[in-house]
T-cell receptor, first 117, second 115 residues
């Protein structure tokens, strides 16, 4: 089974400051990794994903994440945040196991990012 | 191309009533996933369906919950005899295929409140 741990439930930050949202995962098999954003009363929107290749992946809205296999981490970063980045962010994994990898996602508990002016 | 549609957006039921949640996937998507988000928790997988077939229901409670995705029409998540613990946001997602490159697109969710 897989599990995802987001180490911070809430992260307050000032506008234009850098931010890092931490995500660690546990799995006995290879996984794909995702970050989603959820704005209030809306569904989830994909920010970025790691499938293979370069461990540094870039997503929408200026976010990026780095896959670290040895530390089983996939932290999300943005060098300068905006008020509009205020939302809840979810890290997720799905197993990479050939024909059985149909898309089931396992999510972390979420991190609420609050950007203050 | 409209996104994933869910209705109703908000649903209030009294204990013991039935709740029916609907999900219309994006056009061309034949794979549907249902997730439940309890207060202050992340999303938990419930069930994965393809047209007319339940592929994986390992996350569904054994009793009172059922899901379907008929050949025509939306996918339905049905909760019989609701209890207060069923209060949550229920999200569906759809994708055109199962490879990792096929993104899951999420609907806005149905927020169920059980009185």
């Amino acid at each position: 089974a897989q599990s995802v741990t987001q180490l911070d439930s809430q992260v307050p930050v000032f506008e234009e400051a850098p931010v890092e949202l931490r995500c660690n995962y546990s799995s006995s098999v290879s996984v794909y990794l995702f970050w989603y954003v959820q704005y209030p009363n809306q569904g989830l929107q994909l920010l970025l994903k790691y499938l293979s290749g370069s461990t540094l992946v870039k997503g929408i809205n200026g976010f990026e994440a780095e896959f670290n296999k040895s530390q089983t981490s996939f932290h999300l970063r943005k060098p300068s945040v905006h008020i509009s980045d205020t939302a809840e962010y979810f890290c997720a994994v799905r197993i990479n196991a050939g024909g059985t990898s149909y898309g089931k996602l396992t999510f972390g508990q979420g991190t609420i990012l609050t950007v203050h002016p | 191309n409209a996104g994933v549609m869910q209705n109703p957006r908000h649903l209030v039921r009294r204990r013991g009533q039935e709740a029916r949640l609907r999900c219309s996937p994006m056009k061309g998507h034949s794979h549907v996933y249902w997730y439940r988000q309890l207060p202050e928790e992340g999303l938990k997988f419930m069930v994965y369906l393809q047209k007319e077939n339940i592929i994986d229901e390992s996350g569904m409670p054994k009793e009172r919950f059922s899901a379907e995705f008929p050949k025509e029409g939306p996918s339905i998540l049905r909760i019989q005899q609701v209890v207060r613990g069923d209060s949550a946001a229920y999200f569906c997602a759809s994708s055109p295929g199962t490879s990792a490159n096929n993104e899951q697109f999420f609907g806005p969710g149905t927020r169920l409140t059980v009185l």
